[in-house]
């Protein structure tokens, strides 16, 4: 959910802008690898779903190839039944055959749209291979963000689950997670926060108006206007 994809553009000049060489670029909160795939050295990449990480590992370093279209049966069944599959398996059906991405969040298979019919898994499939030759040489992690080894000083782009916004498969802490940024930020790495809002003592440093069906009131579906923000603490 929530892919930075449409906006990379904008903001990893900024998240780069002054980067070392061998600095690394550290994503805490990595998900889609629409940030971190555009970016090239030394890079880590890490997300709580176990699920999502074993799918990366299978397609970038395995190069394991998914089906193309899976049925609502086979969805279900996989949904029900994670044991009985393999974890990239699981990782892949339960995000990319899901509507919006959401974790096993309904089944998105073929549609008929008013600009036609379309078909979900298939452009989650050529949009994901072509993500693969980028994402060679990332090293990926599975953990929650707090118990994540970063190397020192390193530059930390963070996409956490907006405040306010529908709910990830766990109940997020948001302010643990602010508390978590300052840390960081005093042991000398350089971190960037995409959401909404943030505490006073950060500051914004990037913002957009953008159309989302995640909505920040918490639904999925339609169109609603947000105001995306980039912010880092306050020096």
Known sequence: MGSKNRIAKELLPILLKDRKPNQWY?????GGMNMIDKVDGNRLANDSNEYLIKMWIALVEDEWIPNSYVSKDKYLSVKNNKQSY???VVGWIGFNCSYSGKYFGGFAGVV???QGQRNYQEEAH????KQIPNL??????SCNYINLHIPDQSIIYCDPPYEGTTKYKDDFNHLEFWNWVREKSKEGHTVFVSEYNAPDDFICVWQKELKSSLSANGTIGGSKKSIEKLFTLRK
């Open 26 to 30: 550290v994503e805490p909160f990595a």
């Open 86 to 88: 393999e974890p990239c």
């Open 112 to 114: 008929e749209t008013k």
């Open 126 to 129: 050529r949009n994901i291979k």
């Open 136 to 141: 060679t040489g990332v090293e990926f992690v």
